[in-house]
């Protein structure tokens, strides 16, 4: 059993910058690749950034050049940097974590979400 829970979210004018947190506790040995997802009103849940094991990373198109996404093995934690951000970034953002399995053996992780709001 894996714990996530995430923290930074709020309120930010369209230019600002913010800095999501992502704490893992629990089995987390069971941890293999991290990333974070978002969701606006009425659209699909979507993912923002990917961070595997081994420390490489994919970023949606969206938000390439200005999101970075990192983790702090020390502290059991990862953090999405925002930075330039837009109206169009305004959505709950998850944490998300996997165990590396494949097939049946695959599993899954979710945080709560924190809310990120862009203002123009």
């Known amino acids: 059993q894996v714990q996530l829970v995430e923290s930074g979210g709020g309120l930010v004018q369209a230019g600002g910058s913010l800095r999501l947190s992502c704490v893992a506790s629990g089995s987390i040995f069971r941890i293999n690749s991290m990333g974070w997802y978002r969701q606006a009103p009425g659209k699909q849940r979507e993912l923002v950034a990917l961070i595997t094991s081994g420390g490489s990373t994919n970023y949606a198109d969206s938000v390439k050049g200005r999101f970075t996404i990192f983790r702090d093995n020390a502290k059991n934690t990862m953090y999405l940097q925002m930075n330039r951000l837009k109206p169009e970034d305004t959505a709950v953002y998850y944490c998300?974590?996997?165990?590396?399995?494949?097939?049946?053996?695959?599993?899954?992780?979710w945080g709560q979400g924190t809310q990120v709001t862009v203002s123009s």
């Open positions: 998300n974590a996997n165990n590396g399995r494949s097939g049946s053996y695959y599993v899954n992780y």
